[in-house]
């Protein structure tokens, strides 16, 4: 979920990629005036705007300054316009553009001699709509509370689950795919996990370890990373080496052992994703 203060209760609740690719069809196909997209980083939010608007559209980085984003919105007036991880700086310029007529009027009040410098007018119509991308968003804002119900607010939040079908279809290393694969239980946000654990492969780094290190912490992490070493052949040489790195009691590894291994109703069907190709990995 989004960091965010209080999300408006009309929030449209998005848990599949299918729900995220049609709200991002409807505003490439001028539907939709101001949509908001909303949720945690690396679930491909970006990647499915950019897919459904195509070359067609403007878009900002959300470090812009206000001034870059009326300089932009000029440049490629009644295009539509996506904003990625807006700046809050921008909110108040945002308000007029995000108006719910068709046709808006935006202005610049200020930085005369630049904007005249660069042929711009201190004010202009457009009827560009607008998509905002971001990780957090903060509702306190007064600004962000004047315009945001005049679009639609969505919250991407898939599961875990969701996210290992969608990367079946274009991950390509069955090995990584399938460790992960066998960890989705311990995961609470779903990120860039598979490609940081491809880098550390290929790296030739104890890829199995370290990708563990970014979602266990303390005594867990060790009993994980001990399960996941080639380095003990049975399971008493893993518990020896447990007690002496951290003096904690057999019972305790064999207690933290038993939450780190999935429910039978959680557990993946099988090794292989269908999706995956058999030739990949």
């Known amino acids: 979920m989004p960091k965010t203060e209080q999300l408006p209760e009309y929030a449209i609740r998005l848990t ?3 729900e995220l690719e049609r709200i991002a069809k409807a505003f490439a196909s001028g539907h939709l005036n101001l949509v908001i997209v909303l949720g945690g980083p690396g679930l491909a939010k970006s990647w499915t705007l950019r897919q459904a608007v195509g070359s067609g559209a403007c878009w900002i980085e959300g470090n812009a300054s206000s001034f870059g984003i009326y300089c932009h919105l000029w440049d490629h007036r009644d295009q539509p316009l996506v904003i990625d991880d807006v700046n809050p700086n921008g909110f108040r310029l945002l308000k007029s553009l995000c108006q719910t007529e068709a046709v808006k009027t935006v202005g610049w009040h200020s930085d005369a001699p630049t904007l005249q410098k660069r042929g711009i007018p201190r004010q202009f119509t457009t009827n560009s709509q607008v998509a905002i991308i971001a990780n957090r968003w903060p509702t306190a804002n007064p600004d962000v509370a004047a315009f945001q119900d005049r679009g639609h607010v969505t919250v991407f939040d898939p599961s875990v689950w969701e996210v290992h079908r969608r990367v079946a279809t274009w991950f390509s290393d069955q090995e990584v795919f399938d460790y992960l694969g066998e960890h989705l239980h311990l995961l ?4 860039r996990h598979y490609l940081a654990a491809l880098e550390l492969k290929r790296a030739g780094l104890d890829w199995k370890g370290l990708v563990l290190s970014r979602f266990l912490t303390g005594k867990s992490l060790i009993v994980a990373q001990l399960k996941a070493s080639p380095a003990y052949s049975s399971e008493e040489e893993r518990v020896q080496a447990f007690i002496a790195g951290t003096g904690a009691s057999r019972a305790t590894y064999f207690n933290l052992a038993r939450k780190l291994q999935p429910a039978e109703s959680c ?13 990949q990995g």
């Open 188 to 191: 609470v946000q779903p990120s």
């Open 267 to 279: 557990a993946w069907p099988g090794r292989r994703h269908p999706l995956l190709p058999e030739n």
């Open 16 to 18: 599949t990629f299918q």
